[in-house]
């Protein structure tokens, strides 16, 4: 060959190295543990994310580095890489009511129901939902579904945050602070709907409260509107006995789940909070009609309404994920703190030490809870083409040190403050525990400010029953 012809072979090898090597990215993340959490549950040492706008385009190894350049590259050295929690149940809004109240028996009509009489209005709302998306993006949650009063607002402060969201309206028998009947309230649900159906990261939703809070006629209405709107519909459902005792009422001993799946109300549109009042027949009934359900075991357990047979429903292809409950029933919004009470009470309430296995845990945290709100498609595993929702998760912590099984440390030994970066829909919410989207500290004074208002009308007043 001549002279020639080799620098010409040369310089055609470098431009196609350097092509191959330069294929653009928007964000890499780099020497992770990364659990994939797809079908095979795959972990990759030393592995590598590839994201460009809001998509994963590659998981591997490290010879990744060699194929893609990126904007933006976070080398984790060796930290968890997996994707970002998802909270199939919560009333964020609630986070300004935190710690009022923990122990009162029957809470949610001596206590909570009358506070929100007192308190509920779109400025309490827009504070308290801004306090839970913070606590939430530094506790690793990217997407929560959420119930209460004037959504739209919480929709504002989750479109300024960048995370994730499906939103839905209350609806309940009684006047509350967004609407005087329960039609209003479901007019109020449509009108959000259709304000926000096209949003990136909010799904609008209709949340009637429960099945024995809701009339028959409102309830068949709801199930009909989410099918024409596709629209999910979010419900606390076999909670309570007062719950459980109404429907009997109602339908000659019938139960909730049961109840709900003659009237038409039960759909691959649900997702069905709590689950804890359920036999053999209403598991069934959940998976013919394809329900999701949220599973809250640390508010269960708080309150003493027993252990959801999260088990029994796993058994039978139930779609089942973790949810937190509000901040007044549980006292956290982030489900890396469920973890744990997950994976222990369900051994002492089926006496087996092997059941609920931390890998099966961080599975309903994650690609579980997607199943749950019937987005696997595009949430809960670390997989090409699936939407770029990820966090990394601090394995040097002392509470994490060694890590012999990454699954285990979640498990039993992570809390929320042990993640370190979390990223939404391709952009990074949170690096090294720093805000980038939102003034964490005004957010806290204005729900401290907040605070002091409701210590005034309703605590120090003795307004609300203690």
């Known amino acids: 060959m001549s002279f020639t012809k080799s620098i010409l072979a040369l310089a055609v090898m470098a431009v196609s190295f350097t092509s191959h090597a330069a294929k653009q990215a928007d964000l890499m993340i780099v020497d992770g543990t990364v659990l994939t959490m797809d079908a095979q549950n795959q972990v990759i040492e030393q592995g590598t994310v590839v994201v460009k706008e809001n998509k994963i385009i590659a998981v591997g190894g490290p010879e990744l580095t060699q194929e893609y350049q990126a904007n933006k590259v976070l080398d984790v050295d060796g930290d968890i890489v997996m994707p970002g929690l998802i909270n199939t149940h919560t009333h964020a809004s609630m986070t300004v009511f935190r710690s009022l109240a923990d122990d009162v028996p029957d809470r949610l009509h001596r206590y909570i129901f009358p506070l929100e009489n007192k308190m509920v209005s779109r400025d309490m709302v827009r504070v308290g939902a801004n306090l839970a998306n913070v606590e939430m993006v530094k506790g690793g949650v990217t997407t929560y579904v959420d119930m209460y009063y004037f959504e739209d607002e919480v929709a504002k402060t989750v479109d300024k945050m960048g995370n994730r969201a499906i939103l839905g309206e209350s609806v309940i028998n009684f006047p509350v602070a967004d609407a005087q009947t329960p039609e209003e309230g479901i007019q109020y649900a449509v009108n959000f709907i259709n ?10 939703a209709f949340a009637p409260h429960a099945p024995y809070t809701n009339t028959t006629e409102n309830l068949q209405k709801i199930a009909k509107l989410s099918v024409e709107l596709d629209a999910p519909v979010m419900i606390h459902l076999a909670e309570t006995d007062r719950e459980k005792e109404e429907i009997a009422k109602r339908t000659d001993g019938k139960s909730p789940v049961q109840y709900m799946a003659d009237i038409g109300a039960l759909n691959n549109k649900v997702i069905a909070a709590h689950a804890i009042m359920v036999d053999e027949q209403d598991i069934d009934l959940l998976k013919k009609y394809d329900v999701g359900v949220a599973h809250n075991i640390s508010a269960n357990t708080k309150s003493a309404k027993g252990v959801s047979p999260v088990v029994a429903m796993l058994e039978k292809g139930v779609r089942v994920g973790l949810g937190t409950d509000g901040p007044m ?112 500290q005004a957010i806290i004074s204005e729900a401290q400010n907040f605070a002091n208002k409701v210590r005034q009308t309703v605590v120090d007043s003795g307004e609300v029953v203690k």
């Open 195 to 204: 304000e926000y159906k096209d949003h990136p990261r909010i799904i609008p």
């Open 329 to 440: 029933s549980s006292n956290t919004l982030t489900t890396m703190n469920e973890l744990n009470l997950v994976g222990k009470i369900h051994k002492l309430e089926n006496k087996d030490r092997a059941a609920m296995p931390p890998l099966t845990v961080v599975e309903m945290a994650t690609i579980g809870s997607a199943k749950a709100l019937h987005m696997e498609d595009k949430l809960g595993s670390l997989e090409s083409g699936k939407l770029a929702d990820i966090i990394v998760v601090d394995t040097k912590a002392p509470n994490m040190v060694p890590m012999y099984s990454p699954y285990a440390a979640l498990v039993y030994g992570a809390n929320g403050s042990n993640v370190r970066h979390t990223i939404v829909d391709g952009k990074i919410l949170m690096e090294d525990r720093q805000l980038l989207t939102v003034d964490e």
